[in-house]
């Protein structure tokens, strides 16, 4: 009888423990879900994608970023959900979930710029799953265009040095 027992109480110290451990892992994976702002359907995703006269390339690609510190290189990579591409044109896709984006805050248009200066896209595309609504982004950094009028004036300066010039040997006689 003492025996049953013994069984008995080590079968409960066991069964306890072990409803400890898996309850405690669920616990964290249902956690994680609910805390994961990427947790969506990438079928729906693909679907949405889709009706709106895309073609997928590639998915959760991977893009390598060499980051040197101090003259150190760090390999590192950028992931980005979808690679799609309509009309001849390359999209990076950022799927988003949860609550509404604003896609002038700082950290959002970082990291757009920082796939558009790593994948080399023609734009990107930002698929809301709450509202199934995909926003076209892209960028026209203001420096590029004061470098543009600036080449600009060095070429028509040369050319206005260069008319001085022949101009000066014509009066001089010398040409």
């Keep these: 009888m003492l025996y049953y027992f013994a069984v008995l109480f080590f079968g409960i110290i066991i069964g306890i423990a072990l409803f400890y451990l898996l309850g405690r892992r669920f ?28 073609k997928i390339l590639e998915k959760h690609k991977k893009f ?16 980005v959900d979808f690679i ?4 001849k044109l390359t999209y990076v ?14 950290l959002v248009r970082r990291k757009f710029l920082e796939y558009t200066y790593a994948c080399r896209p023609n734009g990107i595309l930002l698929l809301d799953m709450n509202s199934k609504n995909i926003q076209k982004i892209s960028f026209k950094l203001p420096t590029a265009e004061r470098e543009y009028f600036f080449r600009i004036f060095i070429v028509i300066f040369i050319l206005f040095v260069i008319t001085g010039i022949i101009g000066l040997l014509i ?3 010398l040409f």
């Design 93 to 106: 896709v950022e799927v988003k979930t949860g609550e509404e984006i604003d896609t002038t805050e700082p």
């Design 64 to 79: 390598p970023v060499i980051t040197y510190v101090d003259g150190k290189s760090h390999l590192g990579f950028i992931v």
């Design 171 to 173: 009066l001089l006689k």
């Design 84 to 87: 799609a591409e309509k009309d």
């Design 27 to 54: 616990s964290k994976t249902l956690t994680d879900v609910k805390l994961n702002p990427s947790s969506y359907s990438e079928a729906e995703a693909e679907k949405i994608i889709k009706n709106n006269g895309y």
